[in-house]
């Protein structure tokens, strides 16, 4: 049974920071697409950044394009994301997913295996 299990949110300031980190408990992480989604209430899930197995390559949606960083640790089987000027708007769940598979991938139904997710609330 693969579990995925995000940490790191909260609530937090308009203009502040948070980390968000991932533990799959997959043997083979690096054989795994990872991605961040977030979903608001009332809104569709969405991905706001994806990352090859290797980490060499990402995907950022435009909302979050320079302001958050995916990255991943394959040693130490985590991603993370760094989210920087938080704004508002990024109040959501975010969910972290890994998908079987090489290539980046925005469309939820492509990953495999999902997290709870994390609360993260912005305040104006």
């Known amino acids: 049974q693969v579990q995925l299990v995000e940490s790191g949110g909260g609530l937090v300031q308009a203009g502040g920071s948070l980390r968000l980190s991932c533990a799959p408990s997959?043997?083979?992480?690096?054989?795994?697409?990872m991605g961040w989604f977030r979903q608001a209430p009332g809104k569709e899930r969405e991905c706001v950044g994806a990352?090859?197995?290797?980490?060499?390559?990402?995907y950022y949606d435009g909302s979050v394009k320079g302001r958050f960083t995916i990255s991943r640790d394959n040693a130490k089987n985590t991603v993370y994301l760094q989210m920087n000027s938080l704004k508002p708007e990024d109040t959501a769940v975010y969910y972290c997913?890994?998908?079987?598979?090489?290539?980046?991938?925005?469309?939820?139904?492509?990953?495999?295996?999902w997290g709870q997710g994390t609360q993260v609330t912005v305040s104006s």
């Open positions: 997913a890994a998908r079987d598979g090489e290539g980046l991938r925005v469309r939820p139904s492509l990953y495999n295996y």
């Open positions: 997959i043997r083979t992480f690096s054989s795994y697409a």
């Open positions: 990352i090859s197995r290797s980490g060499g390559t990402t």
